[in-house]
Structure formats: C-alpha cells, structure tokens
C-alpha cells in the first residue's frame, strides 16, 4: 500500500509540545520525511531519515518512527510553526512517487 | 546557490497546451532525480512524476499517466511538466522538487517556488 494517513487538524499552545503522526504500511520498511507549508509558500523539507534535520531547521523539530507510524514532535511550539505538515515516503515497492500524507494544519494557540 | 527555479504563471483556455519549466543550478543537475507535484487549490500534495535527467529515465503515478509529459534537457539544467490539452480541473499550483539521498535517506530537499495554472474560458 502507497497510503499515508494524516490527522486533517491539530493545535497546541504555545511553548508545548505537538506529535504530528503519519500511518501507512509503507513505514515499515522505508522512513518517512516530513514537509512545512506556509500559505502562500513552497514546501521546506523539516525532517528527514530516522530524526535528521536539514540546515537551518530549529532542533525543536524531531522526528520518530514505530511500526507502521511515523511522527514528527516540535518541542516548544513557537507561532511561526503555525502550517501545514505532510509525509512522505517510498512506498512497500520502493517506488519514489509514493503518495504524501494528506497533510496536517497545525494551529498555534 | 542550489535553487530550482519555475517559470511563470499561465493563464490558458481548455484545450490549450502549455510547457512549464524548472531550472536547477548549483548542483549537478544530471545527478538528482526532479519530482513535479500538483497542488490544487485548498488541498495537499499530489506526486504527479519524476525525472532523472542524466538518462531521462521517467516514472508517472496512476492518476497521472497519459495526462501530462514530463521531460528534461540536460543541456540546459531544465526539467519540464507539458500538457497537449488542458482542462479547467488542472488549474493548481505546479512545483518541482529535487530528491537527495542524505546519509542513505530519502529528502526531496530542494524546492522550485512553484508555477500557478489557471485554466478558464
């Protein structure tokens, strides 16, 4: 299966803690990488492998993986977090164009 | 820099074609697979296919295939998304993206600014 299942919504106040999870059979095998959507904007990749981060993303963004989910923790939630989040992965084939997640609004309260 | 960089809007009929572009540089563009994804209005992320220029090796997802071209020119660092006939549902948000395997992990970690389509009589 190619499918990856995302919460539509989720809030947190600020300066907690949020998971944003991911399911699909797919993450058994393959980790997932994670994207932020501001409106108006292209897509940053945020997380990427078992908990990588890319240049310039704050280490408040994490990311896990067990089983058939994946999750990606943001650890003292500031406003400017405040988007729209998508996984992606392989999917069980290893085929690249596995689909994304269908995203995740995050509200900062 | 390492950018991707998409050409303009398009405002076209039903029925029109239309070539939009993406042109990679500051990296070997022949080196990294190129994605093109669509994003209609209000939604999420679609993968609609992926290049690797250095062979053109190319591969569409379903809901894709025999909808749109997708191409490249190695000689001038462009990858391309076509359309032979466009419909007022392709009207969305275009972008491509460039896939890296970082430390043996997958990241589409460069992203063009995306390419809005309208499709309207």
């Known amino acids: 299966s190619s499918e990856l299942t995302q919460d539509p919504a989720v809030s947190v106040a600020l300066g907690q803690t949020v998971r944003i999870t991911c399911q699909g059979d797919?993450?058994?095998?393959?980790?997932a990488s994670w994207y932020q959507q501001k409106p108006g904007q292209a897509p940053v990749l945020v997380i990427y492998?078992?908990?990588n981060r890319p240049s310039g993303i704050p280490d408040r963004f994490s990311g896990s993986s067990s089983g058939n989910t994946a999750s990606l923790t943001i650890t003292g939630a500031q406003a400017e977090d405040e988007a729209d989040y998508y996984c992606n992965s392989r999917d069980s084939s290893g085929n690249l164009l596995a689909v994304f997640g269908g995203g995740t609004q995050l509200t900062v309260l | 820099e390492v950018q991707l960089v998409q050409s303009g809007a398009e405002v076209k009929k039903p029925g029109e074609s239309l070539k939009i572009s993406c042109k990679g540089s500051g990296y070997s563009f022949t080196s990294y697979w190129i994605g093109w994804v669509r994003q209609m209005p209000g939604k999420g992320l679609e993968w609609m296919g992926i290049?690797?220029?250095?062979?053109?090796?190319?591969r569409y997802s379903p809901s894709f295939q025999g909808q749109v071209t997708i191409s490249a020119d190695k000689s001038i660092s462009t990858a391309y998304l076509q359309w032979s006939s466009l419909k007022a549902s392709d009207t969305a948000m275009y972008y491509c993206a460039r896939h890296s395997m970082v430390q043996g992990y997958d990241a589409f970690d460069i992203w063009g600014q995306g390419t809005m389509v309208t499709v309207s009589s």
């Open positions: 290049i690797y220029p250095g062979d053109s090796d190319t």
């Open positions: 492998g078992k908990n």
């Open positions: 797919s993450l058994r095998s393959y980790y």
